[in-house]
């Protein structure tokens, strides 16, 4: 049973249109009771019409038929008896079907409600005839004519309540995935800014404080041992070094949340597994391709601007991959050697010519992005890739020394 098209108090609150058809449907019952019990040529018709406005007023405002299919039924059921032996008695409660019709599509199921019509129909025009009736075909037209148009009302006005119903459902979803994508852009612009941040206090303040600390040592040790200003010198290195471990806690905090709970091994490891941005897992472009990791070298520790540009590289390569190569297996690998560190990113997709790539139409730039990242720590990025060859990224980045 549709509660929005009950004749009854619905949960949600009905609108003025199912109001109005509410209490217009009441009046006519109303109406057409009233005219029986005056027509009637008994006080027996007249007293069944009164106990037949009875039960359909109950049935009105009784919550158990609003609430179950089994309840409306048994009301529908009772009031139907009542008519019928109101019609027994005056043919005037013939024009009570119409009403009815509209309860029955109301109240029961599909499959129930049209045999249902079906049989309130054939209940009137048997009345009329029994009633004394000459056969004309206004007899069967009348009442057939009647069902139809209650038919045709209802189940039309059902099929767009569903419609409307839908939408209001697609509204919600667009809205709530509206308020997603905002806080995932609000999220990337947090990360973004966080390492800019970190870029701009590690490039600035830290390398800056690291230098004065080198500029103190190399005067401390210029100075005869017995200066004056020997103690001076040692307490304002001591404050650089203990400014730059500062700063460089900072740019710990800053870094991506990726590499806040392990290694760059371990976190692009974490890239690669299904459901993370690569792996076996479908994304929005298809399926996505099947992502492997090794390490090769012995690895060292690596400042935090490095670990992020190398991760954030990785994460846009495989991005392109799932998004424009179509292909089935992509390896990435981070490789240590003596004087450098160099990551690559293979797959085996549909490739692209790399000197007529331009910038998509939605505003992407992930080749140049990646390629400024490398440069700005003085390292290299080479794209190579042919029509249907796959495609190969590889990032070296010079060791600092002392790594």
């Known amino acids: 049973m549709d509660p929005s098209l009950s004749l ?28 029986a019990a005056v027509r009637a040529d008994s006080a027996a018709g007249a007293a069944l019409a009164v106990v037949t406005g009875a039960v359909y007023a109950a049935g009105s405002y009784l919550p158990s ?58 209940a009137a025009i048997l009345s009329y005839v029994g009633h004394g009736a000459a056969l004309n075909p206004g007899v069967f037209i009348g009442p057939l004519l009647g069902a139809a148009v209650a038919v045709a009302t209802v189940l039309g006005y059902q099929a767009l309540y569903r419609e409307s119903e839908r939408r209001r459902r697609l509204i919600e979803e667009l809205i709530a995935t509206r308020a997603e994508l905002a806080a995932a852009e609000r999220h990337a612009g947090t990360l973004a800014e966080r390492e800019r941040l970190a870029r701009e206090i590690h490039d600035t303040l830290a390398q800056g404080l690291s230098s004065i600390q080198l500029l103190l040592r190399a005067a401390e040790r210029s100075l005869p041992p017995d200066s004056p200003a020997a103690d001076h010198i040692d307490r304002a290195r001591q404050a650089a070094q203990d400014n730059l471990a500062e700063a460089r806690r900072f740019v710990r905090a800053l870094s991506p949340p990726d590499l806040e709970h392990g290694s760059l091994a371990a976190a692009l490891e974490r890239l690669c597994e299904p459901g993370a ?108 890739s042919a029509p249907g060859q796959g495609t190969a990224v590889a990032v070296s980045l010079p060791l600092p020394a002392g790594a």
């Open 65 to 122: 038929v609003r609430d179950s299919q089994r309840a409306a039924a048994l009301w529908l059921g009772a009031l139907g008896a009542s008519w019928l032996a109101l019609l027994w008695l005056t043919p005037e409660a013939l024009w009570l079907a119409f009403p009815l019709y509209f309860l029955q599509l109301h109240l029961l199921p599909t499959r129930w409600s049209l045999p249902a019509v079906a049989l309130t129909a054939g």
């Open 277 to 384: 941005g690569g792996g076996a897992t479908a994304s929005p472009y298809g399926p996505g391709p099947r992502v492997r990791f090794s390490v090769s070298g012995t690895p060292v520790e690596l400042p935090t601007p490095y670990e992020v540009a190398l991760l954030r590289i990785a994460q846009s390569a495989l991005a392109n991959t799932v998004r424009h190569a179509a292909a089935s297996r992509a390896e990435i690998t981070l490789s240590f050697m003596d004087a450098s560190v160099t990551l690559d990113v293979v797959d085996d997709g549909e490739g692209f010519e790399p000197g007529s790539v331009r910038p998509s139409s939605d505003g992407g730039f992930g080749l140049p992005a990646m390629r400024s990242r490398a440069e700005s720590l003085g390292g290299t990025f080479t794209v190579e």
């Open 8 to 35: 009854h108090p619905a949960r949600r609150s009905p609108t003025p249109a199912l109001r109005a058809l509410r209490l217009c449907l009441h009046l006519l019952m109303a109406g057409l009771l009233a005219l």
